[in-house]
């Protein structure tokens, strides 16, 4: 009798020798490998039914035919059960997994992890199967798949926000002014939402559009030239960040106000009314329009307030007439003439 070691998965088997044709029983071979003696050599591979033996003229012959096996689990003993990552890195996954077989057979195979669910910029554990490279000899009925979880840790925060800008210019038919736009410091992402943090403070005069500040609002805010917001930004990780600013409204100068002299109520709808619009970012304004006898014609405390060229509904005549301007809040006040002309 002669013992033939297979040195893949160190499993003996015997080789009885003979003169006549020796049936043996059929038997299954859980490992396989190439063995040799004197006279010759053999080889047999997982799952192989040895089902005959009979004597050659250099030795012994063994006949066999090959038996699939089937998957029963997959392992993760071996293997990592949960890999973490730094957010928005690609994990370091396996790529081979253990396997067990019906007769308790264990080895490697390789694997391809399906990462469609996997989101590398959103902190939480995933879940990822992977479909394994099996052997033709290896059936998996159970349609069996590798699974792994992968943990995508925090991101840290966003450091700081800045306006590139922080002032604009008042007008009096313009509601949408461009001021400026939040730059994010962020050593590891540079895809970041800025918004107002709520209406409290003077958000409500603004909004943000991709990141870049406006003036958005018809209200005139008289008397007000610095507005405070709250700016917050939020990475993609659902970090946040909150930051006040203030943001200064310049206004023209009272003395450098262009007042029209001249208008023409003629119904031609051009230069049908007389006012001061600009008037409007100013609080406790005061407008008067006299004749030149000083008889009172037209007042108003509101800017968008237009005389129209009548007095208690009827048409005043073509002439001169006079208009005067105070400034509550500046305490200051302008003079000056009004022609009024029906061409």
């Known amino acids: 009798m002669i013992w033939i070691r297979f040195s893949s998965f160190c499993f003996y088997f015997s080789l009885i020798f003979s003169p006549f044709l020796v049936q043996g029983q059929h038997s299954v071979h859980t490992a396989g490998g190439d063995g ?14 040895a089902y005959g033996s ?16 089937e998957l029963v689990q ?3 003993a071996t293997e990592p ?3 973490q990552t730094n957010w928005s890195k690609a994990p370091i996954l396996p790529s081979k997994v253990t396997i067990v077989l019906t007769e308790g057979q264990s080895f490697q195979v390789g694997v391809t992890w399906d990462k469609s669910t996997l989101n590398l910029f959103a902190r939480g554990t995933y879940t990822l199967f992977g ?9 998996n009925l159970n349609l069996v798949r590798a699974q792994i979880k992968v943990q995508v840790l925090p991101k840290a925060p966003p450091l700081g926000l800045t306006l590139s800008n922080n002032s604009f210019e008042a007008s009096k038919t313009n509601f949408f002014i461009n001021v400026g736009a939040f730059l994010v410091n962020d050593a590891i992402d540079n895809i970041h939402v800025v918004s107002l943090n709520g209406d409290g403070y003077d958000n409500s005069y603004f909004e943000i559009q991709n990141n870049i500040l406006y003036w958005n609002s018809e209200k005139p805010a008289p008397g007000k030239s610095i507005f405070s917001i709250v700016a917050r930004v939020t990475d993609r990780d659902g970090n946040t960040l909150d930051k006040f600013f203030d943001i200064t409204r310049t206004r023209p100068e009272f003395e450098a106000l262009v007042i029209t002299n001249t208008f023409s109520p003629n119904g031609d709808r051009a230069n049908e009314t007389w006012g001061v619009p600009d008037l409007r970012v100013y609080a406790g304004v005061r407008v008067f329009v006299f004749e030149k006898d000083g008889i009172p014609l037209f007042y108003t405390e509101n800017p968008d307030d237009r005389w129209d060229g009548t007095y208690k509904g009827k048409e005043m005549p073509i002439g001169t007439y006079y208009w005067v301007i105070e400034i509550l809040e500046t305490r200051e006040m302008r003079r000056g003439m009004l022609n009024l002309i029906r061409k």
């Not at 003696?37 to 039914?49: E, F, L, R």
């Not at 479909?131 to 059936?139: D, E, G, N, V």
């Open 36 to 49: 040799s003696s004197s006279t010759g050599s053999v080889a047999v591979s997982i799952g192989q039914v």
């Open 74 to 76: 997959v392992k993760s």
């Open 81 to 83: 059960s949960l890999v």
């Open 131 to 139: 479909a394994l490279s099996l052997p033709k000899y290896i059936r």
């Open 54 to 69: 009979h004597s050659v003229g250099t030795g012994t012959k063994t006949q066999g035919v090959q038996q699939r096996y």
